[in-house]
Structures are given as structure tokens and as C-alpha cells.
């Protein structure tokens, strides 16, 4: 790998990701790129390869340190091309191999490129050809969604499909904050949050605790 490319992971290199991860990242890079040809992984307007290493790779790899480590599971929900589920499991492989990451996707084709990309970089992921909306009773460590559903749907989703989980990580864009206060108005939330190594105007979660809002009704006497 050449120092520019290196340079370009260098904002994600204190988060324990290592020289070999980034290799195998560019990798997941290059395929992403074949694949793009057949059926849209990523938007075509975003296809070269500096392009997808900040806009998706290090953008998905930055929530590694809120992922819970005393779990063996993490799920992506609607992971569509694998972003963020296939760059966790690609880090977790130097962090903690036994971390399973499932992987959400009802598109057949979309399961077949995770797939792949599983069985030759070695990745220890379930591919799991499902809508996440009618699974019940989950029960994971990390739950993780970037750009599948609005915050409010996915906390609905939490809260109604999932018995056990430590803890919820959203990708927030620039409206984020906007969407955090009006999502507050209908939920209480124990959360943190950090700038997004990406993007100025953007932000990540880290959901601890979800309680949906009571709403009093009042009867006219």
C-alpha cells in the first residue's frame, strides 16, 4: 500500500485498525468497483476509488469503538452493499475474530455480492436474505443502520423486533440534527455522540437506552 493511500487511512489507524486491515479494505474496494458494473452497490456518481475509500469505507469504520466487544454478535440493519456490516467484520477480524456480523439484505443479488466478499476475505458474517421488519425477537450485541430507514422507523423497529441488544450506532447526515430534535419529541433517548471523521456537517449515535414517549390522551367530560 503507498503512503497516500496509508494517508487516507491514517484518520482511522488510532481506532485499532491496522496496516492489513486497510489492505483487505481496498480489496473490498476493488470488488465493490467490478460489482458496480452488474447492479448498484454504491451510486455510480461515487465510483472512483478515493471516492468509496472516504465517502463509505472510513466513513462506516469510525463507529468501531462504539461496537460492544463483550458481545460475539453485531447486526447491520438493510446493509444493502455491505456498508457498514462487511467493514466491521473486516475489522473485527484483528479485534475479535469470534464477533459474528448478521448482515440484513432482502435483495438476492445484494446477498450474493456479500456473500462473496465473505468467503474470500474470510469473514465471519451470516447473510441473511430477510426484510428485517419481519423478524422477531432479536437478540444481538451492536445494532448498526447506515442510510437504510428514517431514525423514528428504526427505533420503532428496535423497539418492537428485538428482545436483547446493548445498544443502537445511526449514521447522522447534515439534516441530522434536525431529525435527532424532532425524533426526541416522540422518544426518550440515552445517548452520545461524536463528529463524523468524514463529513463536517455530520455525526455519529451511539443509542444506549430507547423509551418510546407516552401520549395522554384527554377525554372530554
Known amino acids: 500500500m503507498d503512503n497516500q493511500i496509508l494517508n487516507s487511512y491514517s484518520k482511522i489507524l488510532n481506532l485499532n485498525v491496522s496496516r492489513e486491515t486497510c489492505n483487505e479494505l481496498e480489496s473490498l474496494i476493488s470488488m465493490i468497483q467490478e460489482k458496480n458494473k452488474e447492479i448498484n452497490i454504491i451510486s455510480r456518481e461515487m ?56 448482515l ?44 437504510f430507514k428514517p431514525m423514528p422507523i428504526i427505533l420503532d423497529l428496535v423497539n418492537r423486533n428485538f428482545k436483547k441488544y446493548k445498544n443502537i450506532i445511526l449514521f447522522m447526515g447534515s439534516s441530522g440534527r434536525k431529525i435527532l430534535s424532532d425524533t426526541l419529541k416522540g422518544w426518550d433517548l440515552d445517548y452520545e455522540e461524536k463528529k463524523s471523521l468524514t463529513n463536517k456537517d455530520s455525526f455519529i449515535l451511539n443509542i444506549k437506552k430507547i423509551s418510546k414517549k407516552n401520549k395522554k390522551i384527554y377525554k372530554k367530560n
Do not use: W
Not at 135 to 141: A, F, H, K, S
Open 104 to 147: 440484513y439484505e432482502k435483495s438476492y443479488h445484494k446477498c450474493a455480492f456479500l456473500k462473496e466478499v465473505s468467503k474470500k476475505l474470510n469473514l465471519n458474517t451470516d447473510i441473511i436474505q430477510k426484510d428485517i421488519f419481519t423478524v422477531r425477537n432479536i437478540e444481538t450485541g451492536t445494532i448498526m443502520s447506515r442510510a
Open 47 to 102: 465510483f472512483k476509488k478515493e471516492q468509496i475509500r472516504e465517502r463509505h469505507i472510513i466513513d462506516s469504520a469510525q463507529i468501531v469503538d462504539f461496537v460492544d466487544l463483550k458481545s460475539n454478535t453485531t447486526c447491520d440493519l438493510g446493509t444493502g452493499g455491505g456498508m457498514p456490516g462487511l467493514i466491521m467484520a473486516i475489522v473485527m477480524k484483528k479485534i475479535k475474530n469470534e464477533m459474528r456480523i448478521n
